[in-house]
């Protein structure tokens, strides 16, 4: 679905979470990223799925499994923030995980080498340990839900919501992904416990050291009948390289037989952790005490259609020992799954042989019957050697206009510029004559340096596609760190610089901006302080202050109001405006009445007296007499 179609994008859960867009969907929610305006920060927020939320027994249930998981607190596992509802809507708020799953991983990388797996399920296996100790068992544990962070550390998430999966008792195409992991007690519908979560992270490190899956099916059934009824090869009968302790911890941890198998988070984590102390130490597991328990089917749950074998049969018979001895198993199931397996070998074997000379049949049609049967009239000619020649000169030479020449270019120490390095079909094979001839060259272009370009401050996923087409490899996952001056998702430096001599194929190490660290301040109240006074107390706590002048009776210079209110929380480097009088407005002082007459002289340099002139009346001027 669209993001622009999802009716959640752009709403504000509680006036409080801003959903901003969808990440991801699994079976029971889905996930999104949103903004907590409260601490102004990012945090992810699984909401339960409409046809889930109409059952009010199923919300209920979801929100008192939510609440148990908000009491975790490890490293290993993803916080819960909060479990709220609104407009009737169940949702749990998450801190925001910035990695890829395990599962991601494991494709990008293939087989792990056994210091990856130890390393990684030491970190599950501890996170477990907690879970267990709260009493809360996953019941989900399988790559898709382990995320590794970019410093590889790992983190467990969706503890509680696996819980709920249980409720639906019926095993469909859609767990397709989770049936992979399940444990034969979960495949049988019966009580789980802790051994539950340590059997589905037996089948996680089986997954890690080998590059597959212990049992591989077209449905959803096929696979859990196997959890039941069938033994996986060893590890070491696919990768060798896998040191005998590490795999006797895997399949001890995947044991059918709950009684064999690991019976506490602690009691794992203690032999990976004296195998980490000692890769040599040899735990003495029995690979004869895995056997598969058959199924045994009081509380088996619908898992096929009623017309399948496998539905509900009742194993029963005189209990005996199993082949090593190391548990009771019944005596016709033994004998049953013996039959079963050595008719599966038998089909197993005549199904390969048939791969075999299919695989032999298509090989001679298309290298010698094909030739002889289609074109019987074309004669051989064998293929010369243009290894040490120019390319030009070759492709040009009239002698060759039967072959068509394709080049690739490639550095080379050993050939100069233009120079052929190889080609294929290879000199001297003896080929149909036809119309044209393919042949693939390879061309040096001597011993060529790429000069490292400058991607910093470029969008990383753009400067990673710039380098990858000079021929340079870019090291994954990237380092990412804060940066308060590189924009988030730009790259902050490389490794080598921008100017160094490289060769096709070396490797370039990035470092990628998490964006700011983001820090909170609270605005000071500025109202009555000088404009000078303000700027220094906002520049003190990182904020920028951006005068803004107004006519005022207020006295020149002198902060009348702030765009942001007194004590509220915001991020440094926010602007925050500030009003400042220019005291245009102040009102002009009216002068005192004189009450006698003033003989006092301006002293100032610039004044003068005024100058009076008079003409005689009638003939002549009087003064007037004055008395005294």
Known sequence: MDNNMDKYIGKCLDDRYEIIERIGVGGMAVVYKALCHRLNRYVAIKILKDELAVDEDFRNRFHTESQAVAMLSHSNIVTVYDVSRSAGQEYIVMELIKGMTLKQYMKLRGILSWQETLHFNTQIIRALSHAHSKGIIHRDIKPHNIMILPDGSLKVTD???????????????????????????????????????????????????????????????????????????????INPDIPTGLESITMRAMNPDLKQRYQTADELLEDLEAFRKDPE?????????????????????????????????????????????????????????????????????VFFLLAFFVAIGIFLWNFIIKEWVVSPENTDIEVPSWIGGLYEEVKQNPAYADYNFNATYQASEEYDYGFIISQDPTPGRRVKKRDKIEINLVVSLGDEKITMPDVVNKEHRQAVIELQKLGLEVSKPYLRVTSDEVTEGYIIS????????????????????????????????LKGRTEDAARSILEGKNLIPNPIYVDDAEPRGTVIDQSIAPDTEVQEHTQIDIIVSTGALAPTPTPSPTTGPTDAVPTDSWYEPPVVYTEPIDGGYEPPLIEE
Do not use: C, W
């Open 159 to 237: 503890f509680g919501i696996a819980r709920l999966q249980t409720t639906q008792n019926t095993l469909t195409q859609e767990t397709l992904g989770s049936v992979h992991y399940i444990s034969p007690e979960q495949a049988k519908g019966g009580n789980v416990d802790a051994r539950t979560d340590i059997y589905s992270l037996g089948v996680v490190m089986y997954e890690m050291l080998t590059g597959r899956l212990p049992f591989e099916g077209d449905s959803a059934v096929s696979v859990a009948i196997q959890h039941l009824s069938s033994i996986p090869l060893m590890p070491k009968e």
């Open 281 to 349: 130490t040899d735990f003495d597991y029995n690979e004869f005490a895995f056997v598969a328990p058959g199924i045994e089917d009081e509380t088996m749950p619908e898992i096929a259609p009623a017309n399948d074998p496998y539905r509900s049969r009742k194993l029963s018979g005189s209990s005996a020992k199993s082949p090593s001895g190391r548990f009771d198993v019944v005596e016709d199931d033994y004998r049953l799954r013996y039959k079963r397996t050595k008719r599966i070998s038998s089909l197993t074997g």
């Open 494 to 525: 490389t490794e080598p610089k921008a100017g160094a001599e490289l060769k096709e194929g070396d490797t370039v190490f990035i470092t990628v901006s998490k964006g700011p660290d983001i820090k909170m301040q609270t605005v000071p109240d």
